[in-house]
């Protein structure tokens, strides 16, 4: 794109009150949003979306899995540039997690009509099916079905938690559709909420995405003996909850020690019996250990595998390990990474690279297609949380870096 | 007593036959029982005690606390010599724990009967209501009333885990009485189960109970910030699950150090939300410490207050500390602890002295008579479980240990 081109901005208050419609839909009583995918307030949001799309001119597909594609044509048909993202939500989610990189490339495009800017390139708004993972396991299930890393057969016989089938789902709110979305993808662009506080900690605007954290969860569960807190010496002792207890002191340390982007987290742990006079007998123990880096992430799963031999002996306790689920880090392409940082410059905004630590649609997109992610604060870092919130000037910057980068490579025509 | 006495034995058969036939009063499909304190099937279990105490001739008293005294008279109407414990039991007990004192004290009676032997002093078998505090607040609930620990008309207002009213329930299952129970009491002593591993694990027959352990729990709220366990970097957590294991840990460190009989168990820990990737916003815990020695047990409890003070800090964290139960340690009465001791090694049997880690009616007869404990060996230490179970032979032993520290106290008349 020619920089003697005058840069189209994005109207931030049209975006906030399109975000702000979406989040009334499947809207809680005390704040925050439910649209747990493919249920009635999801279909409600998917509705929306379309009819958005409809009037925005663009050309609007429904793929197998769900997923929805709105497409703003180009002198081109293909490669696409895409941006993307989902509009499900947890069961006590808010108006940012998803909604935002889906609503901001919808505002990229209605800038764009607005200042009568054509492009080489099409653009492509795709929402995809179950990103969250609340309803229906695995997450990203839409994105993955999409780049092919997931059967479609197997993806639609899921069970919900609540024991729905997702095909069927499907079918009965109308989004089981029968064309292919654009798998010719050019770039691919995702803005969404930081969900963590490195931005607001730091002042920051933009985060700069390099990539996503590699993810090791093991659920750990020990077996000990239960016995009498009162009765029982020390060295007759299998304590259970003794040993998940060392094993997550271990695991503080050792993530403490590793430095770096290393994070370890004990979040669930769970003692039987659970009572304040007996030894627990079992304890049921969840590890999520993350690292942009492989190589250090296996370091601290080995670590971890050490602890767990030598606090299992020490303790007399049996540790049975569940791998519940393991990814690799994942590196977005340097080039659209670097237009991320250039355009944050360019605009006058702070910005730092950083990992994601969460998961999203743009890690299974880069399988197959040079993919990019732009964060913007989360107040308080909150997210997955009815207070998640993201003040309009953060969302307004974001959406300015999306539509800088799509334009970039959709390649405006002067 | 005279060591030229002719020595009765006790009829263990008879013995484990009526342990056993009270035993099918609220017994369990799989086995053990379920008479909690009140009950109907506990009143069916009160019912067979009286017509036993009746059928052996004693005089039965029921007082305003439903506490049943069945007394074989002596040459003298006062002191009596008690040997007491409960019926009731846990919701999932066993058999021997509580009606093996009571029954035993039964059995000592038939003993004397059999051979003819008179004493000076009256002999009260006593099974004492509320023992285990499994279905009403507090447990030992009838003995402290009997010993004036608790107001009566406080005791009878209590209300059950069922939301029934004590005193209520004593006038439907006909056990509110009139009478006052025996206070003048020249012994007392309760057979019970071990309730532990060591008598089993050393291979002794007889355990010489000097005391019961000081009880300290400790209930610790900590508080920190749910967070995303992908995107907080750690710097930036207020982790409440590592605050827990970090002083779970700690505990476990800490009794060990002090080692002799100190014991602690954090035995309930409870994280919120309690997700794998979500970093725990709150810990509930307890912390269990016990120990002989008031002074040691107090050290414990300093050790741990300075624990959870550096750790709040260090993890930023706040903790709120509740005390749940504080009892300081009991002491038998050394002249019977010895007596017991004196009589194992008259019969041939194996002793060693221990403390009681668990509550006992004795410790609270020791607050206006002098009292002592015989434990017997408890297989595999289990007991408050339906597998609870103890060897025909130390059942014997225990009863045959009881009859002849009754008969030192009651003065046989030759």
Known sequence: MSET???????????????????????????????????????RG????VAAMRDAGLEVVVDAIGNIFGTRVGRRTAPVVMLGSHIDTVATGGLYDGALGVLAGLEVLATLDDAGIETEYPITVAAFTNEEGARFAPDMLGSLVHVGGLDLDEALATRAIDGAILGQELQRIGYAGGDAGPRDIRAY????????????????DIGV????????WTELTIEG?????????????????????RIATEVGAMVRAIGGDQVGTVGALTLSPNLVNVVAQKAVMTVDLRNPDEA???????????????????EQVTVERRALARFEPVAFDPILVDQVEDAAAALGLS????????????QMIARIAPAAMIFVPSVGGIS????????PDDLGNGANVLLRVALASADAIL
């Open 5 to 43: 081109l005058q840069q189209p901005r994005i109207d931030t208050a049209r975006l906030v009150a399109r975000i702000e419609a979406l989040g009334r839909i499947g809207a809680l009583p005390g704040g925050g949003v439910c649209r747990l995918a493919l249920g009635d307030d999801e279909k």
């Open 46 to 49: 998917r509705d929306f979306l």
């Open 189 to 204: 662009f995702e803005l969404h909420i930081e969900q963590g506080p490195i931005l607001e900690d730091e002042a920051i």
């Open 209 to 216: 995405v390099e990539g996503v954290q590699g993810i090791s």
């Open 225 to 245: 003996r239960s016995a009498h807190a009162g009765t029982t010496p020390l060295r007759l002792r299998r304590d259970a909850g003794l040993a998940a207890a």
């Open 296 to 314: 250090i992430l296996q370091q601290s799963e080995a670590a971890l595998a050490e602890s767990v031999a030598r606090i299992g002996a020490e």
């Open 351 to 362: 910005s730092r690279r950083l990992y994601s630590g969460a998961g999203h649609d743009a």
């Open 384 to 391: 997955h949380n009815i207070q998640e919130f993201t003040r």
